[in-house]
């Protein structure tokens, strides 16, 4: 039984990292946290403790994250969060953090939320909220509470 639990824990761990919430093809993915917490009748699995998800497109740090899935198992996949106010994504081409962040397989959408920073080389965005549709490639930046979307970008 132990064994079958273990095997369920990496098949849920390959199909959620390697979804379509980090990239297109299905590619190796390597988490290391603290601790990891399967619980079948929440239907979900919990990383906690300086958490790191390495992919070949993205790598991500959050002191806890929470793989949430649906009567499908782990291949039905429906959310993937990642908490605890210090919540960093990094590609090759930009570096993002925020207080949260969710992606929902099923519209593709992956939101970073809470003091959002994005850096790149052209310069850094600022807002509250950071929404990024996959299908798309389209970035909204929104900023609450009366706040503003600020930049500062330089020139070539």
């Given at each position: 039984?132990k064994?079958?639990?273990?095997?369920?824990?990496?098949?849920?761990?390959?199909?959620?990292?390697?979804?379509?919430?980090?990239a297109l093809a299905?590619?190796?993915?390597?988490i290391?946290?603290?601790q990891?917490?399967?619980?079948?009748?929440a239907?979900?699995?919990?990383?906690?403790?300086?958490?790191?998800?390495?992919?070949?497109?993205v790598?991500?740090?959050?002191?806890?994250?929470?793989?949430?899935y649906?009567?499908?198992?782990?291949?039905?996949?429906?959310?993937?969060?990642?908490?605890?106010?210090?919540?960093?994504?990094?590609?090759d081409?930009?570096d993002?953090?925020?207080?949260h962040?969710?992606?929902?397989?099923?519209?593709?959408?992956?939101?970073?939320?809470g003091?959002?920073?994005?850096?790149?080389?052209?310069?850094?965005?600022?807002?509250?909220e950071?929404?990024?549709?996959?299908?798309?490639?389209?970035?909204?930046?929104?900023?609450g509470?009366?706040?503003?979307?600020?930049?500062?970008?330089?020139?070539?």
């Open positions: 039984m064994a079958m639990k273990q095997a369920r824990l990496i098949a849920l761990t390959t199909l959620l990292l390697a979804s379509p919430a980090l299905q590619n190796r993915v390597e290391t946290a603290d990891t917490v399967m619980n079948d009748s239907r979900e699995v919990t990383f906690t403790g300086d958490v790191i998800v390495i992919h070949p497109n790598t991500v740090w959050a002191p806890k994250v929470v793989a949430s649906g009567e499908g198992g782990t291949t039905d996949i429906k959310t993937f969060v990642a908490t605890g106010g210090n919540v960093r994504l990094k590609t081409e930009q993002a953090t925020g207080e962040a969710v992606y929902t397989p099923g519209d593709q959408l992956l939101r970073l939320t003091n959002v920073v994005v850096n790149n080389a052209s310069g850094t965005v600022n807002a509250t950071l929404v990024v549709n996959l299908a798309t490639n389209v970035s909204t930046f929104t900023s509470g009366g706040g503003r979307v600020t930049g500062v970008f330089t020139s070539q």
